[in-house]
T-cell receptor, first 114, second 112 residues
Framework: ETGVTQSPTHLIKTRGQQVTLRCSSQ?????VSWYQQALGQGPQFIFQYYREEENGRGNFPPRFSGLQFPNYSSELNVNALELDDSALYLC?????????????FGNGTRLTVT | EDQVTQSPEALRLQEGESSSLNCSYTVSGLRGLFWYRQDPGKGPEFLFTLYSAGEEKEKERLKATLTKKESFLHITAPKPEDSATYLCAVQAEPRGRRALTFGSGTRLQVQP
């Protein structure tokens, strides 16, 4: 069983630039969620995709957007990067039809904005 | 608004010294409380799900319990490899909303 994979593992961007992060779901999972984890904090929910549609969003501005593809892989896009966007971005997959199944996380992309 | 508070922020134990981590929560309609372990530079690794007060789950040296206001993660005779950050998270209603609200975690260090 293939777990959740994320790319790239590390990324350095300049304030004002745009970034795209990628995630491949665990086999058999059709729901993808993205979380932002600042240093020393717990992950914060950004949004969730199910069957290629966003079906839940946390308290993040519209410059955070995403996509889910037919193969259930996903992208997180962040426009107009700010210094505070520096964090570990985590992707998690789960089964959309089994609400009791836990989220399975990838190892994240470490984004540094300078 | 759902809230999760974990204590202590950091805990240092000697190998074999048992202890407990606390997770206090405020949520409207708890669907599940989750415990995760996170190693440095890695994503959270799922440990347990608890659904209702009185429920207990065990895995090796770890035991998780749940009341209506808090959850405890008991660590019995810990080993250095148990060193990690332990995260608690809640999932609230409505059904189908998979978003988790996390606490800030407890950083556990077990010294040999």
């Amino acid at each position: 069983e293939t777990g959740v994979t994320q790319s790239p593992t590390h990324l350095i961007k300049t304030r004002g630039q745009q970034v795209t992060l990628r995630c491949s779901s665990q086999s058999g999972h059709n729901t993808v969620s993205w979380y932002q984890q600042a240093l020393g904090q717990g992950p914060q929910f950004i949004f969730q995709y199910y069957r290629e549609e966003e079906n839940g969003r946390g308290n993040f501005p519209p410059r955070f957007s995403g996509l889910q593809f037919p193969n259930y892989s996903s992208e997180l896009n962040v426009n107009a990067l700010e210094l505070d966007d520096s964090a570990l971005y985590l992707c998690a997959s789960s089964s959309g039809t089994d609400y009791n199944s836990p989220l399975h996380f990838g190892n994240g992309t470490r984004l540094t904005v300078t | 608004e759902d809230q999760v508070t974990q204590s202590p922020e950091a805990l240092r134990l000697q190998e074999g010294e048992s202890s407990s981590l606390n997770c206090s929560y405020t949520v409207s309609g708890l669907r599940g409380l989750f415990w995760y372990r996170q190693d440095p530079g890695k994503g959270p690794e799922f440990l347990f799900t608890l659904y209702s007060a009185g429920e207990e789950k065990e895995k090796e040296r770890l035991k998780a319990t749940l009341t209506k206001k808090e959850s405890f993660l008991h660590i019995t005779a810990p080993k250095p490899e148990d060193s990690a950050t332990y995260l608690c998270a809640v999932q609230a209603e409505p059904r189908g909303r998979r978003a988790l609200t996390f606490g800030s975690g407890t950083r556990l260090q077990v010294q040999p």
